[in-house]
């Protein structure tokens, strides 16, 4: 599995279809061929050999399972951790070299790490005192970041007399503050519970959009990376899969790992030849066929919802296991002739009846382009 | 839910008899410490309140002499009132040689705790105990060493000569500086591990963020650092003075006959000084602002324990 | 593959050349003290060959001698008696709630901590002169009690300690058993905080053997102990043989003291 050929490495190779326009004006930041090793007792591999470009005006998320490196490759963009090996670019320039506090790079960091001794206005000021702003200037600027996360009312609180979710507001006003080239969140709305968390998605949107500024966004949350994203990179393993719209990976997933990690997914044996597959259970279809996958035992995705309960004779005869029921929609467990399972996701109607006993025999079907051929 | 008349006696009675056999164990630790430590402290109080004996020990008359003499003197020839010189210049000296102790101690001091406290987390045990052995070993041999270093034909005089920055000896042996010194030497360690304890604590997102929003060394150092290890820095500031201003055994060692502190000014007093109500008052005057800054610090730590 | 730029959020610039000098400082005096004991010459400064001469003088001193073997019976008895005293009063203030008089104990059990040794020196000097006079008696028993009284707050610190880590399921679990309440103290309390008691025994030991101040005020004629015949000695022209009686006290102190670390930190 050779993750490299899916990103760009260079500035020569293609770049991914979201900034098609003029990439080298664009561009906020290019790591290229970053590497992290940590040596400690065993060695471990946090980042291996990542290439992105991240766009200007972005919202970018860093997608993973926890451990996959998300956080380190964050470190290093905001110069805490030194890369093993590779260069990073920010607006042109390589930063590699650069300490933290020269980056024009903030970080909202997952627990906040507000000033202890500070009140919530000094925290805001702090770095536009350290890059030695004027008074006036740093007195309008804090004046307009409270009112930006709402937090006018407390801002001679002491950091720990607010709650989570103000704790929450004032670390993205402190980072915000000095108009940073990029902002980096490592997962900022995990502490918080889960109505808060839904409102801060949106708040958070909505300061991307006001302020214009390149978020790079770290999640293990799906949904979230979903919902808020221009484009995801889903990483595993200290690899970056996939980087594409939150379409592109839910749709046309690159890999098994990113199909599975995202939503829910059936996957079916098939032997692909030409434009076609064929299932073990029989039935041959129509696919798109990705370019780097060549003929013969291949596995198809086909997400549950994109599959249907049919009464077509050439719909795949499959036997109904379980049939559970979850409010808007009922998953139904079915168990294919060839033994393999496979799951349908029927929405629910206001009036919904009929829906297969279990032990009954179903056949299953799926519109043109519901299946997705996977390298792995 | 109706209780018996007798409800909750059964309980009573057990809690008192808890309480009484805990009191009870205590009686052997409390004896000894009233009768040969805390209790003698009250009749240092009352020895305060008599009058010098002729050879030694006291008079059982009642006097406030030793008191208004820590302060003022009665000249022997025409009988006015003076400041007591000798008493102040001591007493600027053992102020004056605590606070520079200490702001010696807090300069190494403070390096040290970061430094043991960067150390890999398996290793830092092993930089406290360097540490912290030789101060469990014997004070007085720790201030020979000192005075084997700095006498006239001790070693660094002789490397001074050696290498050719000096002809002669310094005189460093009996000097204030002898004495400053070896109390930097010696209460070294209670600068260091307080602050540690405080460094341990300091969590290291701060700096990170500090550094993410674009301070200096220097600015992290002053803004975010130092504001929140103060509670160590203040802790081990007071367990450094209150000792030097006790101090008894590197001043006379190092300090000689001429150069006395606090302690020794006591210890005169039952000695050539033959003035025991004087020795015993100085001595309270002495406990008093120890107890004071000693509840100072009591109150900051359990402070901290409360917030953290 | 080296990493390239280095910086690190927990380095101050200075401060690990000003640590590394600070431990070689610790150290440099007390290592010099000991090179010169086995100085073969009488001079303290310049050497003169390798040589256990004052080590041989020092064991045939007769003062070195009976000083040395009054510091340690003393330092042996005020042990004892302070641990077993810390140890009943550690057993009474640990795994309770707050009963009436608890502070006061604290306090008390802590108050020689609190005061400076001159002043404690002094106020015994005061007392037992006094009673000397009366009674006429001088022996060893005004050190033995000062001695105790000050040892008792460093016995009770690990003891507590290692109490407060102890919860008592298990002489639950004893009683449960049909133990008795002396069985279940001897046989399941005791073992458990025995740790604890060496630690404490061995500081209250190290304690005593390191006095000087109280032992100067508290001595009667002839009653000098190690330290206190050291420093009546630093009055007098110094031989090495004084740098040879320090070597074995701070060999000896570290022995114990890096015992008592083990002790210590064998608990978890
Ligand atoms: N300072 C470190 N020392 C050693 N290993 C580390 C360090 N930081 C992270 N790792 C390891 O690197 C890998 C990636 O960690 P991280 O970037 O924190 O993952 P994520 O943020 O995606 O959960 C993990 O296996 C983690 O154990
Ligand atoms: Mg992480």
Not at chain 1, 5 to 19: I, K, M, R
Not at chain 2, 214 to 227: E, K
Not at chain 3, 60 to 70: D, G, I, K, Y
Not at chain 3, 92 to 102: C, I, L, S, V, Y
């Amino acid at each position: 599995m050779e993750a490299q050929a899916q990103v760009p490495v260079s500035d020569a190779d293609p770049t991914p279809p979201a900034d098609t326009s003029d990439p080298a004006a664009e561009i906020a930041i290019d790591a290229r061929r970053i590497s992290k090793v940590y040596r400690g007792e065993d060695e471990v591999r946090a980042l291996d050999n990542v290439s992105v470009t991240i766009a200007r005006n972005e919202f970018f998320t860093l997608l993973g399972p926890s451990g996959c490196g998300k956080t380190t490759l964050l470190r290093v963009i905001a110069g805490f951790e030194p890369p093993t090996a590779g260069t990073l670019w920010l607006n042109g320039k390589d930063i590699t070299r650069l300490p933290p506090n020269r980056r024009p790079v903030n970080t909202v960091f997952q627990s906040y790490a507000l000033f202890p001794h500070m009140s919530v206005a000094n925290n805001i000021r702090f770095g536009l005192e350290m890059l030695g702003k004027p008074k006036k200037q740093i007195d309008e600027i804090v004046d307009e970041m409270l009112n930006l996360v709402q937090m006018q009312a407390m801002k001679s609180r002491r950091t720990s007399e607010i709650s989570g979710g103000q704790q929450q507001r004032v670390a993205l006003a402190r980072a915000l503050a000095p108009e940073p080239e990029v902002l980096l969140l490592d997962e900022p709305l995990s502490a918080l519970d889960l109505k808060l968390r839904k409102e801060m998605q949106i708040e958070l949107k909505r300061l991307q959009h006001e302020t214009g500024i390149t978020f790079v966004f770290v999640t293990h949350d799906q949904e979230e990376a979903l919902t808020m994203s221009d484009r995801i990179a889903v990483m595993s393993a200290g690899r970056i899969l996939q980087i594409g719209s939150p379409q592109e990976i839910y749709q046309r997933p690159a890999e098994r790992f990113v199909a599975n990690f995202i939503g829910e997914s059936n996957f079916l044996d098939a032997t692909l030849s030409g434009n076609a597959v064929t299932f073990r259970t029989g039935g041959t279809y129509e696919v798109e066929r990705p370019a780097d996958v060549e003929d013969g035992a291949v596995s198809v995705l086909l997400r549950p919802e994109h599959a249907i309960l049919s009464s077509d004779p050439s719909a795949l005869p499959a036997t109904v296991e379980t049939v559970v029921y979850s409010g808007e929609a009922t998953s139904i467990h079915t168990r294919l002739d060839s033994g393999e399972a496979l799951k349908v996701r029927v929405p629910n109607a206001p009036h919904s009846g009929g829906l297969p006993e279990q032990g009954a025999p179903v056949r299953i079907g799926f519109a043109p382009g519901a299946l997705t051929v996977l390298k792995d | 839910m109706d209780l018996p008349e007798d409800a909750g006696q059964l309980e009573a009675e057990a809690v008192r008899r808890d309480t009484r056999d805990r009191w009870l164990m205590s009686v052997p630790a409390l004896m000894i410490i009233f009768l040969a430590a805390a209790g003698p402290l009250l009749v240092m109080v009352i020895y305060s309140f008599l009058t010098p004996g002729d050879y030694s020990g006291v008079k059982w008359e009642f006097s406030t002499n030793a008191w208004s003499s820590i302060l003022v003197q009665r000249d022997i020839f025409d009988d006015t009132l003076q400041w007591a010189d000798a008493h102040l210049t001591i007493f600027w000296r053992s102020v004056s040689l605590s606070i520079i102790t200490t702001v010696l101690t807090l300069a190494f001091g403070l390096p040290t705790a970061w430094f043991i406290s960067t150390r890999p987390p398996g290793k830092r045990e092993f930089w406290l105990f360097l540490m912290t052995v030789p101060s469990w070993t014997n004070l007085l041999v720790r201030t020979i060493a000192i005075q084997e270093l700095i006498r006239a034909e001790g070693v660094i005089n002789n490397v001074l000569i050696f290498v050719g920055i000096i002809d002669e000896p310094m005189q460093m042996m009996f000097t204030n500086f002898a004495i400053g010194f070896g109390m930097t030497y010696v209460y070294l360690p209670l600068m260091v591990l307080p602050i540690y304890a405080a460094v341990e604590k300091l969590d290291v997102r701060l700096l990170e963020a500090c550094y993410d929003l674009y301070a200096s060394r220097w600015h992290a150092f002053t803004r975010v650092i130092l504001p929140l290890i103060k509670p160590g820095i203040i802790a081990g500031s007071i367990l450094v003075f209150v000792p030097c201003l006790g101090a008894y055994v590197v001043p006379r060692v190092l300090g000689g006959g001429k150069n006395l502190m606090f302690g020794n000014l006591i210890e005169l007093q039952f000695g050539a000084g033959r003035n025991w109500p004087l020795g015993a008052a100085l001595s309270f005057l002495l406990m008093v602002i120890v107890m004071i800054a000693l509840i100072y610090y009591i109150r900051i730590t359990s402070q901290e324990r409360k917030d953290g | 593959m080296a990493e390239r730029s280095a910086f690190s959020v927990r380095t101050i610039p200075g401060f690990s050349a000003i640590a590394i000098f600070c431990f070689v400082a610790i150290y440099a005096p007390i290592l010099i003290l000991v090179t010169f004991s086995f100085n073969a010459g009488t001079s303290l400064a310049v050497w003169e060959g390798f040589s256990f001469k004052w080590y041989v003088a020092a064991a045939h001193n007769e003062q070195v001698q009976s000083a040395a073997l009054r510091s340690l019976m003393l330092a042996f008895v005020a042990a004892a008696i302070s641990t077993v005293a810390a140890t009943m009063a550690a057993l009474a203030t640990t795994r309770t709630r707050h009963f009436p008089g608890r502070t006061m104990i604290y306090a008390m059990i802590n108050q020689p901590l609190m005061i400076p040794e001159i002043v404690t020196a002094v106020a015994l000097l005061i007392v037992f002169a006094w009673v000397k006079v009366v009674t006429n008696h001088t022996s060893m028993i005004y050190l033995i009690a000062a001695h105790t009284a000050f040892c008792i707050p460093f016995a009770y610190l690990p003891i507590r300690a290692r109490l407060e880590t102890m919860d008592d399921s298990l002489e639950k679990a004893a009683a449960d058993l049909y133990a008795s309440r002396w069985h279940v103290f001897s046989r399941v309390t005791l073992p458990l905080m025995m740790p604890g008691i060496i630690a404490g025994l061995m500081l209250a030991f190290v304690i005593s053997m390191d006095d000087v101040v109280i032992t100067e005020f508290v001595k009667s004629a002839g009653q000098d102990t190690l330290p206190t015949y050291m420093l009546g000695q630093l009055r007098r022209v110094v031989t090495p043989e004084v740098n040879a009686i320090s070597t074995v006290v701070v060999f000896a102190g570290a022995v114990l003291v890096s015992i008592f670390f083990w002790v210590s930190s064998n608990r978890r």
